[in-house]
């Protein structure tokens, strides 16, 4: 089976902002453009996450866009979601992958080339790579690894890379042109003023570039 991995993913958040909720920031997201949502929540009622994860399910289903959770296997498989992704600490992927079988995209978090090449090994089907860019959206954030080091997993490692960590309008294309498949981002369209709006603007420049890629 051939997975879709999008290429703007967004990350919903509700900590860094409280003006929206999940839903309402995914629904600005895919109305934007965004192929992939991602519910990131570390903290709260597991009742609570589970219902916000159901609804976000549903409406990213109807939108035609992927819907994956951080983190969360529990939540994952509560919500029927397309896809879990898991950082280095998380739930250990070989066992997602057991427990979620073959159909379910599983995305893995690394910051190293040797975080890559395990995220490989142990079956992920799309790597977060990052932080490229120097980020505040998170606290366990290690250090920034750059664009010369992006473009080297890309060449090194044969799965979709989606580059997280600082990415905004302002260097979303260079990150593109390294080769990333496409970008994750969490401030860059949750604390802008208009998030769909936001949203549009990294689409287009996705776009652009990535179409230069198919020439």
């Known amino acids: 089976m051939t997975k879709s991995i999008g290429h703007l993913h967004i ?5 860094l902002q409280t003006r929206f909720s999940h839903v309402e920031l995914a629904e600005m997201a895919f109305a934007g453009g965004a192929d992939t949502i991602q519910l990131r929540q570390k903290e709260g009622s597991t009742r609570e996450l589970i219902e916000t994860a159901r609804d976000m399910k549903k409406r990213c289903a109807e939108a035609g866009v992927t819907f994956i959770v951080n983190d969360r296997l529990d939540v994952a498989l509560a919500s029927e979601s397309d896809g879990v992704h898991l950082g280095q600490d998380d739930f250990p992927l070989p066992l997602a992958r057991d427990i979620l079988g073959p159909d379910w995209i599983i ?16 079956g992920a089907d799309y790597i977060g790579f ?19 080091v992006l473009a080297e997993v890309v060449r090194d490692y044969p799965l979709p890379i989606i580059a997280i960590g600082g990415i905004n309008i302002k260097n979303a294309a260079e990150v ?21 709006q936001a949203t549009r603007s990294l ?12 020439d």
């Open 107 to 122: 995305g893995g978090s690394a910051a190293t080339l040797e975080e890559a090449e395990k995220c490989m090994a142990e």
């Open 130 to 148: 990052g932080p490229v860019f120097t980020t505040g959206s998170k606290d366990d954030a290690g250090p920034v690894s750059g664009i010369e």
């Open 11 to 15: 990350l919903t958040d509700t900590v």
């Open 176 to 196: 593109i042109r390294a080769g990333a498949h496409g970008i994750a981002v969490i401030s860059a369209v949750c604390c802008q003023d208009d998030p769909e």
């Open 203 to 214: 689409f287009r420049v996705l776009q652009k570039e990535l179409s230069k890629k198919n």
